[in-house]
C-alpha cells in the first residue's frame, strides 16, 4: 500500500510566523500535490511538483512556496501566515504510467490566530 | 464554468435502501475520472479509477460506471458505517498532472 505521512495533524501558529509542512511518501513516485480544503470551496490546488526542484503553481499559490529536494519530501511553506490561511491542507501523490491512482496523506489542520 | 459537478450535495438513506451519486464532467481528452470516501478530519481515501466509457469497477457495496459525460457511483445495501463524504475528481488532457475536484456529495446512512 501505498503511504503517503504528513507532519502535523494539528498545527496552531501565530499572524506573520513562517510556516513549514512537510509531505512524505514511500514508493518513489514523480508527482507530488498540496491542496487546501475548506467548507464550500471544496479542494484547491496550491502547488505540484514533478520531480526532484521542479514545480509548478496551482490555482492558489499567492502566499505560499513549496521546495522539492529529495523524491520522497515535498514540503510547503507559508511565508508570514495570515489568518485566511486557517485550512486543511492535504499532500497527495499520483502514480502515472499504465494506471492513474492518487493517494493522500491524513491532512494538517492548521489554525492561524 | 464547472468542469466537475456532483449531485445532490446531500443525501439522507435508510440503511438498505439503494441509490446513486452523479458526477457529471465538461471536459475534453478524459484520462481518468476518480472516486474517493473522505471522513470527516480526515484526507481522502482513493476508491476507484475509470479509463473509459463503459468501464465498473467495484468494491464491496460500491460500484463505479463511467459514460462520456458522467459517472455513477451506485451504492447497494447502504451500512451506517458507509456515512461519508464522496468526492469525484478528473484528470484529462491539458497537460497538466493536478485533478479537478467536484464539490462532493456527504452521504448520511440512518440505521
Known amino acids: 500500500d501505498v503511504k503517503v505521512t504528513q507532519s502535523s495533524r494539528y498545527l496552531v501558529k501565530r499572524t506573520g510566523e513562517k510556516v513549514f509542512l512537510e509531505c512524505v511518501q514511500d514508493?518513489?513516485?514523480?508527482?507530488m500535490f498540496w491542496y487546501r480544503q475548506d467548507p464550500g470551496l471544496g479542494l484547491r490546488l496550491i502547488y505540484f511538483s514533478y520531480d526532484v526542484k521542479m514545480k509548478e503553481k496551482g490555482d492558489i499559490p499567492e502566499g505560499y512556496s513549496v521546495s522539492r529536494e529529495k523524491k520522497e519530501r515535498f514540503s510547503l511553506i507559508l511565508e508570514s501566515a495570515s489568518t485566511n490561511q486557517t485550512s486543511m491542507y492535504l499532500c497527495?501523490?499520483?502514480?502515472?504510467?499504465?494506471?492513474?491512482?492518487?493517494?493522500f496523506g491524513p491532512g494538517t489542520r492548521l489554525t492561524v490566530t | 464554468e464547472d468542469q466537475v459537478t456532483q449531485s445532490p450535495e446531500a443525501l439522507r438513506l435508510q440503511e438498505g435502501e439503494s441509490s446513486s451519486l452523479n458526477c457529471s464532467y465538461t471536459?475534453?481528452?478524459?484520462?481518468?475520472l476518480f472516486w474517493y470516501r473522505q471522513d470527516p478530519g480526515k484526507g481522502p481515501e482513493f476508491l476507484f479509477t475509470?479509463?473509459?466509457a463503459g468501464e465498473e469497477k467495484e468494491k464491496e457495496r460500491l460500484k463505479a460506471t463511467l459514460t462520456k459525460k458522467e459517472s455513477f457511483l451506485h451504492i447497494t445495501a447502504p451500512k451506517p458505517e458507509d456515512s461519508a463524504t464522496y468526492l469525484c475528481?478528473?484528470?484529462?488532457?491539458?497537460?497538466?498532472?493536478?485533478?479537478?475536484f467536484g464539490s462532493g456529495t456527504r452521504l448520511q446512512v440512518q440505521p
Open positions: 514508493m518513489d513516485h514523480e508527482n
Open positions: 475528481a478528473v484528470h484529462w488532457d491539458t497537460g497538466r498532472r493536478a485533478l479537478t
Open positions: 471536459v475534453s481528452g478524459l484520462r481518468g
Open positions: 497527495a501523490i499520483l502514480s502515472s504510467g499504465s494506471y492513474y491512482e492518487q493517494y
Open positions: 475509470l479509463y473509459s
